[in-house]
């Protein structure tokens, strides 16, 4: 049976002890589920703290971002072999890395294989801008990132991995169009079959698929209903804990009322 996954992206906002008030307040708005696993991406400044202060069962930390070297002269950098031990998850390949920080598509690909290898489940995040869905790109470049970026792992190691599909276009600090639930559906159902068509169906099938780009409070069910969208990643609306409860109850729910996807 499988979980749905809630990733708060806090991106660049918090310092450590805003970061502290959040974490205190979402520990008592939300509750513990088997069935819904709720991931934190705090500034790397405040993973170490926040380590310390989450209880696991409630929370797990992802890193936004790290460098695909374990260790070297990279000055300003910190690696996966670093975060190893504080997170579960490492975010990788965001658009917003992609388009201001010119992280290409092998850049992604040494990076997902940088957190595989360090024991850390990369989510690997793909999508298309709103140009290239104008002209009828988007399946090419979706297609392009998610065969990179899983090119040097194995059927195993895709079991474990969780890609998101964040359509540029839906990002709030982008255009902030909200993505109907057919177009999330449909591209993750493709995504799925490319992995289908490389690694086979039990990869496919066990690995999760995101959805990501203004999921809020109102949006969230309609994504989580949807036969191939295992949760989401949450930007704006996760810096707010009232919102982002909303959101991790609305996984629930789905959950519940359909027990094939976890149940409890
Ligand atoms: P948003 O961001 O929820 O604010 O649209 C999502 C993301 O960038 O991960």
């Not at 031990?85 to 490492?90: G, K, P, Q, S, T």
């Not at 704006?236 to 919102?243: F, I, Q, V």
């Amino acid at each position: 049976m499988k979980k749905k996954l809630i990733i708060g992206n806090w991106k660049m906002h918090l310092n450590t002890h805003d970061a502290s008030v959040l974490v205190h307040r979402l520990h008592i708005t939300i509750p513990v589920h088997r069935s819904v696993e709720v991931v934190l991406a705090p500034s790397m400044l405040s993973l170490q703290p926040l380590s310390l202060e989450i209880d696991r069962r409630q929370f797990k930390l992802a890193a936004q971002n790290a460098y695909y070297k374990d260790e070297g002269a990279f000055t300003g950098e910190v690696s996966y072999d670093m975060l190893r031990d504080l997170v579960h998850y490492a975010i990788v390949g965001h658009s917003e890395r992609r388009i201001y920080f010119n992280e290409t598509l092998e850049v992604v690909r040494e990076k997902t294989a940088a957190a595989v290898r360090n024991g850390i489940v990369p989510i690997v995040c793909v999508g298309d801008t709103s140009q290239e869905r104008s002209e009828g790109e988007s399946k090419r470049v979706v297609h392009d990132q998610v065969t990179t970026a899983v090119q040097n792992l194995t059927s195993e190691d895709i079991s474990n991995i969780v890609i998101a599909y964040e359509p540029v276009w839906a990002i709030t600090t982008f255009d902030g169009v909200v993505a109907k639930p057919s177009d999330i559906q449909d591209m993750l159902a493709y995504i799925r079959s490319i992995i289908l068509d490389l690694y086979g169906a039990q990869a496919a099938e066990d690995m999760l698929l995101l959805n990501g780009g203004s999921v809020n409070p109102d949006t969230a069910a309609g994504y989580f209903s949807l036969p191939d969208c295992d949760g989401a990643i949450v930007g704006g609306a996760s810096l707010n804990y009232k919102s982002f409860a909303a959101i991790v109850a609305a996984a629930y729910q789905v959950q519940h009322e359909n027990p094939d996807n976890g149940g409890q």
